[in-house]
């Protein structure tokens, strides 16, 4: 009789068994969800708006890529969404996006451009343990001690440290003046160009901040040309460095150079070509161009937007990349384990190269290049990750 009740009992056990292994297998799926959210906080609209968007169609680039060809976490195909927000490249905005942000659940910021959003946003990240990528350079932003900052590019540290040396040693001047824009990332940036000229011995004759939407110069252009001034070292911005050499040229004072920052590095800088003897501009935002693997991404972005890269597009592409790798790598979409794994990972950046990040969340391979405007294009000069 037992025999019989445990044949009876066997057959309906194997019956149950497919089920169980799904109940199983399912139960390890849940913790994956089946969308998950990435942010992209950046100036989309105003001065800085194309900046921001060529970032955000990085983003988006690599995340149609990644879809389509299926992004599995844990065993689970999972669709990646990109949530959009414009921060207006203003700190109380980017504060207010960044809430938005969390509040709809993202897994991880990929923002901000602006080196004052960003340092004014990363305690709201921070808060809940998501990672924040960041193209931003001003050393704050990874010095205000949250293990989720992460930087994409060189900082200032490096760049100033760029600007001085080669103002210095290959501008062949003796009379300086530092100018800055008043933010976080213009101010920084020429305090350390000034402290670097310092120590190569070089004087700074005039020193000025503006904040970031000054374009009356006259007065400015009269003082540097009583200074006798040679070499400009200035973080303005472009339209702001435009609107200072025009006011040299009406002062007579053209026998000067200008090396700036990246933020004169665009293609609107194309109109001071001849205004004056020299234009250069550093920046840790090195062009797709320079990398060897550069050239398909520039046919796809190209194909994608009908339009190249207005400036750091493919490293928000290469970020998403290795974000994403750190995502599989968690095996899971809690920020706090995607933070710890972006720590440990050395991700496969298919522009660049590769992205790690120290424990502060400074890129360990950044470098910075100095670029001539000639021949109506911004030509690399040189390029060194030592400087």
Request: glycine share 10%; net charge positive; with cysteine.
């Amino acid at each position: 009789m037992k025999n019989h009740i445990a044949r009876r009992r066997f057959p309906v056990a194997l019956a149950l068994l497919p089920a169980l292994v799904a109940a199983a297998l399912l139960a390890g799926c849940g913790k994956v969800p089946d969308t998950l959210k990435i942010g992209v906080a950046q100036p989309l609209t105003g001065p800085l708006g194309a900046l921001g968007q060529d970032l955000l169609n990085g983003v988006n680039l690599a995340v149609q890529e990644l879809n389509k060809d299926g992004f599995v976490v844990d065993g689970k195909r999972v669709k990646l969404e990109v949530v959009a927000v414009d921060d207006k490249a203003d700190a109380a905005t980017g504060k207010q996006v960044a809430q938005q942000l969390v509040d709809a659940g993202v897994v991880a910021v990929i923002g901000h451009l602006n080196s004052g959003v960003s340092i004014e946003t990363a305690p709201i990240y921070a808060g809940k343990s998501i990672p924040q990528i960041a193209i931003s350079t001003n050393p704050k932003f990874t010095q205000l001690g949250f293990d989720t900052s992460f930087r994409m590019v060189a900082n200032d540290t490096l760049q100033a440290r760029a600007i001085g040396s080669f103002a210095a040693t290959q501008l062949g001047a003796a009379r300086y003046a530092a100018l800055d824009d008043g933010t976080p990332y213009g101010k920084g940036l020429a305090d350390g160009a000034a402290a670097q000229l310092k120590v190569e011995n070089r004087e700074v004759l005039v020193r000025k901040s503006f904040d970031d939407k000054t374009v009356e110069f006259e007065a400015l252009a009269g003082e540097l040309k009583a200074a006798r001034v040679e070499v400009i070292v200035s973080t303005l911005n472009d339209f702001q460095a435009l609107a200072l050499l025009k006011e040299l040229q009406k002062v007579g004072h053209t026998k000067v150079q200008l090396l700036g920052g990246d933020t004169i590095k665009t293609t609107d800088m194309l109109k001071g070509a001849g205004l004056i003897e020299g234009l250069y501009a550093t920046s840790p935002v090195l062009e797709a161009k320079e990398f060897t693997t550069g050239k398909p991404f520039l046919e796809k972005y190209l194909a994608a937007y009908k339009k190249p890269p207005a400036y750091g597009g493919h490293y928000s592409y290469d970020s998403t990349y290795v974000l994403t790798a750190a995502i599989q790598k968690a095996k899971s979409a809690d920020p706090k384990e995607i933070t710890k794994a972006m720590h440990a990972i050395n991700g496969y950046a298919p522009v660049i190269g590769t992205m790690s990040w120290d424990d502060k969340g400074e890129q360990r391979y950044g470098a910075v290049g100095v670029y001539e405007l000639r021949g109506g294009n911004w030509e690399l000069r040189m390029r060194s990750d030592r400087w």
